[in-house]
């Protein structure tokens, strides 16, 4: 069975420091991973997406994700935190039909 | 604009009674899919469709009910067999799995 394990429940950065989310997945061939984005009370939104090719993808918003097979990662990254980044973020595994979503990491931002 | 509508945003049960959550897309979707997200559970699935007429239980079907007449809408139906409905509902929908669209949600509670 597929699963996401987000081992950080809540994390706090300052404006403008880096930032990495870790996510690691179980997934019994190659996986599809995604991180998504979620503001208090609304859907979530895709982030950016892995489904082959260069470990290393790009996202919207200044975000990117590296895919390492070997530890069954990937990571979200930002080189430089802005207050509006503050929301909860998600990584989620899935193949064929469906997602299986990480319990969630709840980023703030310190100004 | 192309995208999903959920509706209510906000909806109020009485112990023992039926509720339905709509969710509407106009993206040409084929798969549609229901999510029920619990403060630190992440999202687990509920149902999913991948063409009209057909679905598919999810992880938590126990209590919920579906229907895909049309391959545009994909109404939940909250049963009074739903013990613990208050949670936050997501419709999502998605043509070819590299990412979902998500609506934007409906907030359950009962009252």
């Known amino acids: 069975a597929q699963s996401v394990t987000q081992p950080d429940i809540h994390i706090t950065v300052s404006e403008g420091a880096s930032l990495e989310l870790r996510c690691n997945y179980s997934y019994g061939a190659t996986p599809y991973l995604f991180w998504y984005v979620q503001s208090p009370g609304q859907g979530l939104q895709l982030l950016l997406k892995y489904f082959s090719g260069d470990t290393l993808v790009q996202g919207i918003k200044g975000f990117e994700a590296e895919f390492k097979r070997s530890q069954s990662s990937f990571n979200l990254r930002k080189p430089s935190v802005h207050w509006s980044d503050a929301a909860e973020y998600f990584c989620a595994v899935g193949g064929g039909n469906k997602l299986t979503f990480g319990t969630g990491t709840q980023l703030k931002v310190e100004l | 604009d192309g995208g999903i509508t959920q509706s209510p945003k906000y909806l109020f049960r009485k112990e023992g009674q039926n509720v339905t959550l709509s969710c509407e897309q106009n993206?040409?979707?084929?798969?549609m899919y229901w999510y029920r997200q619990d403060p630190g559970q992440g999202l687990r699935l509920i149902y999913y469709s991948q063409i009209v007429n057909d679905f598919q239980k999810g992880d938590i079907a126990e209590g919920y009910s579906v229907s895909r007449e049309k391959k545009e809408s994909f109404p939940l139906t909250v049963t009074s067999a739903q013990k613990n409905p208050t949670a936050f509902y997501l419709c999502a929908s998605t043509t070819d799995y590299y990412g979902y669209t998500f609506g934007s949600g409906t907030r359950l509670t009962v009252v």
């Open positions: 993206l040409n979707h084929d798969a």
